[in-house]
C-alpha cells in the first residue's frame, strides 16, 4: 500500500505525519509531492526519504493545485517500479488520522474499489471545528449531492483509498480540476462508473500546524465546477429524452 501526501508548506507538520502513517497498519509506504515549498518542506521531505526506504519523494516546479499533484502521485504509484494494490489520499496537516487506514483498508479488501472517509455519516466526526467550517462543508456536500444525484454523504472528503486496478482504469489526466473539486469530480465519475464505492466514518481533526490551503478561488472553482457538471448531465438527459424513433412504416394495404 502506497499513501500520497501532496504538500505545500507543510515543513510543522510533515515529520510527525510521516512518523504515524510509518507506524500505522497495514505499514505502508509514503509518497510526498511537494509542489517546491518556499518554506522548505521538500528539503525537509528528502532528509526523512533518505532515513528511510520506505519514503519517497517526488518534486514538481511549482504550486499547481492538489488535483494535479495527486495525478503525478498516482502515475507515480502506478506506473513505478514498485507493485502496490491499494493507493490512499491523505492531507499533510494531521487532519486525517493515520490510525484510521485500515478502516480503509479493510472496505477495500471487501471488495470497494474507492473507500472515502467520511464525517457525515453515523460514526464520522470532526475534532475543533468551528461551526461555520462545519456549515461550508454540509452545505458544499448537499449542493453536490443534489446537482450530480450522488448518494455519498462526504462526496468532498479527501481521505480515500483506492483499488489499484480501478484506479489505473480512470483517465487520469482527463480529470478538469486542480482544487478541492478533484475530490468531487473523482468520486462522482466512480459512482458515473458503476464501480464500488463505500463510505466509512473517520474523525478529521483540525490542523495545530500551519494554515488551511482553502481560498475563496477554490471555492469559488469547486461550486463552479459543480454547477456545470450538473446542469451538463440535465442537458444530455433531457437530449436523450426528446428523441423520438420513428415508429416502422405501415404494412401496404392488399
Known amino acids: 500500500m502506497l499513501v ?62 492538489l488535483g494535479p499533484a495527486y495525478i503525478a502521485g498516482f502515475h507515480r504509484a502506478l506506473e513505478g517500479s514498485r507493485a502496490y494494490d491499494v493507493i490512499v489520499e491523505m492531507d499533510a496537516d494531521g487532519s486525517h488520522q493515520p490510525e484510521e487506514l485500515a478502516l480503509l483498508v479493510a472496505a477495500i479488501t471487501a471488495g470497494a474499489d474507492l473507500a472515502i472517509g467520511a464525517r457525515w455519516i453515523p460514526g464520522g466526526r470532526t475534532v475543533h471545528w468551528p461551526w461555520y467550517r462545519k456549515l461550508i462543508s454540509r452545505s458544499a456536500t448537499a449542493y453536490a449531492r443534489v446537482m450530480l444525484r450522488s448518494h455519498l454523504h462526504d462526496i468532498t472528503s479527501g481521505y480515500r483509498a483506492f483499488r489499484a486496478p480501478f484506479l489505473a482504469s480512470l483517465d487520469l ?67 436523450s429524452a426528446s428523441v423520438r424513433v420513428p415508429a416502422p412504416p405501415s404494412p401496404p394495404r392488399a
Open 4 to 65: 500520497v501526501v501532496p504538500t505545500y508548506c507543510e515543513v510543522d507538520s510533515l515529520p510527525p505525519l510521516v512518523e504515524r502513517v510509518l507506524a500505522s497498519a497495514p505499514h505502508p509506504d509514503v509518497l510526498i509531492v511537494d509542489d517546491n515549498s518556499p518554506d522548505g518542506t521538500g528539503a525537509l521531505a528528502d532528509s526523512i526519504a533518505e532515513g528511510d526506504p520506505r519514503v519517497q519523494v517526488l518534486h514538481r516546479a511549482g504550486k499547481e493545485g
Open 173 to 239: 489526466d482527463g480529470l478538469q480540476s486542480a482544487g478541492y473539486a478533484f475530490q468531487i469530480e473523482v468520486a462522482w465519475r466512480a459512482e458515473r462508473a458503476g464501480a464500488d464505492v463505500r463510505e466509512v466514518p473517520i474523525t478529521f481533526v483540525e490542523r495545530r500546524d500551519g494554515a488551511s490551503k482553502m481560498t475563496t478561488g477554490i471555492a469559488i472553482e469547486a461550486i463552479g465546477q459543480v454547477t456545470r457538471w450538473g446542469f451538463s448531465r440535465r442537458q444530455w438527459r433531457s437530449a
